[in-house]
């Protein structure tokens, strides 16, 4: 068992209510193991994996991930933004991601591969971009760890908060409770301290925050901060 597997488990002992992922694409990649410390307070690390395919923009690979999972005082979370994640998430699992989300436009089997995630020990996540309906998708929630509706375009950092993403989260957070199925509910893009509520009223429960959190001198005041007003949102 890796030390990052054992991390997770320990923060899987009791229930969790809010997650805090900080995106790494707000900090500063030259210091890149430094600013992974200035995070330790968080549950995981965020990594946005472009391929300037999928979307338009190019980050990191799996040589890179492969050294943040190593030097990372968090989990990492793993979000591919790229073209046959059919082929290509799995590495990701195997390199250590603690979570491996891929997009459900990208995928051509997206039960298999949430399936193959799991084996490799990974938390199955799958993504769906603002324009896409959530409804066709409800049927795969047993198959899933986490559930991303994202919150802006992907692609870019920096975007502000879509509020038209808000009915479908509740509409996803309901088909869990239905279900009674432990499947987190993530969304990333424009998070903040005035927006961060609103997604937890409407049922997220994780939030990836980049900006909120490496925009500000201390990173860990933000991330208590914003857990703070998630867990008050969810307790109202």
Not at 6 to 28: F, K
Not at 161 to 179: G, N
Request: zero cysteines; charged letters at 20%.
């Amino acid at each position: 068992m890796t030390d990052v597997t054992r991390a997770l488990q320990a923060r899987e002992t009791g229930p969790v209510d809010v997650v805090i992922s900080p995106s790494i694409l707000a900090s500063d990649f030259v210091n890149l193991a430094a600013e992974l410390g200035r995070i330790a307070t968080a549950d995981f690390a965020h990594v946005d994996v472009m391929d300037n395919h999928f979307v338009p923009n190019l980050t990191l690979g799996l040589p890179v991930l492969e050294r943040i999972v190593a030097v990372s005082p968090v989990p990492v979370d793993a979000h591919l933004m790229i073209d046959d994640p059919d082929r290509w998430a799995p590495g990701y699992a195997e390199a250590g991601a603690a979570s491996v989300t891929f997009h459900v436009e990208a995928a051509r089997e997206p039960v298999r591969l949430a399936r193959e995630l799991r084996r490799l020990g990974a938390r199955a996540g799958m993504a769906l971009k603002p324009g896409t309906d959530v409804e066709p998708y409800l049927d795969l929630l047993p198959d899933l760890d986490l559930l991303l509706l994202m919150t802006v375009e992907p692609g870019f950092g920096g975007q502000g908060f879509m509020d038209s993403v808000l009915p479908k989260i509740r509409r996803a957070r309901e088909a869990v409770s239905a279900a009674g199925l432990d499947v987190w509910l993530q969304v990333d893009g424009g998070v903040s301290t005035d927006t961060i509520e609103r997604a937890a009223d409407a049922g997220a429960n994780v939030f990836v925050a980049g900006t909120a959190v490496y925009g500000v001198e201390d990173a860990a005041a933000a991330i208590a901060t914003l857990r703070e007003l998630a867990v008050t949102a969810h307790r109202h």
